[in-house]
């Protein structure tokens, strides 16, 4: 019997410590838009077509950026990647394959396709630092419409948008060689 009232007065200690415990903060924060490194690098060459993100207010440009944005997609966000980098996501309903060929040529570099399942290729633009830096330096293309999928769902505002792929740019940090 003491042994009962023992167990459940240890339940219900663990169960107080449980809810008393802070949650944990998530980890990269979004943001608004804070200054991308100021290295200057030459913008690329894009193709005509549609207008480049960076003509929506608010979003970087590829000579703050030093990369390439793909021309008609859509500035997402910026996250705080720690150690002073961000990265930026595009999104754009152009197909995977398509961007891929777009980087390829632009960047004059193969990528790696770095899953098959959802479809994601990686194409690095500097060397990676671990002691001063939280992501590679790059440009990762995601296919969001992988198995049925509607595509990636961005909601600012009122506004719900899907993009069938979206790209991140993770530029070379300020001070980095490539």
């Known amino acids: 019997m003491a042994r009962a009232g023992l ?39 894009q193709p005509s077509g549609s ?5 929506q207010p608010g979003a970087p440009t590829e000579a703050m950026l030093g990369l390439p944005i793909y021309p008609g997609a859509d500035f997402l966000a910026s996250f705080d990647a720690g150690m002073g980098q ?7 309903n152009t197909g995977f394959t398509e961007i891929v060929g777009y980087y390829k040529t632009v960047l004059k570099k193969g990528g790696d ?4 399942a959802p479809a994601t290729h ?3 633009v500097g060397r990676f ?11 990762t293309v995601k296919d969001h419409t992988w198995n049925g999928s509607e595509g990636y769902l961005h909601v600012k505002g009122a506004k719900a948008t899907r993009y069938r792929t979206v790209i991140q ?10």
Do not use: C, H, N
């Open 51 to 55: 207008p480049a993100a960076a003509q």
């Open 86 to 92: 961000r990265y930026y996501l595009f999104g754009t």
């Open 169 to 178: 740019l993770v530029p070379v940090p300020a001070g980095s060689a490539r």
């Open 129 to 139: 630092r671990e002691e001063t830096m939280a992501f590679p330096p790059g440009v």
């Open 113 to 116: 396709l770095i899953f098959d």
């Open 122 to 124: 990686l194409f690095e």
């Open 7 to 45: 167990v459940a007065a240890m339940g219900a200690i663990a169960a107080t410590l449980a809810v008393a415990q802070p949650v944990p903060k998530p980890f990269p924060k979004p943001s608004q838009p804070q200054q991308p490194p100021s290295q200057p690098q030459p913008a690329q060459p």
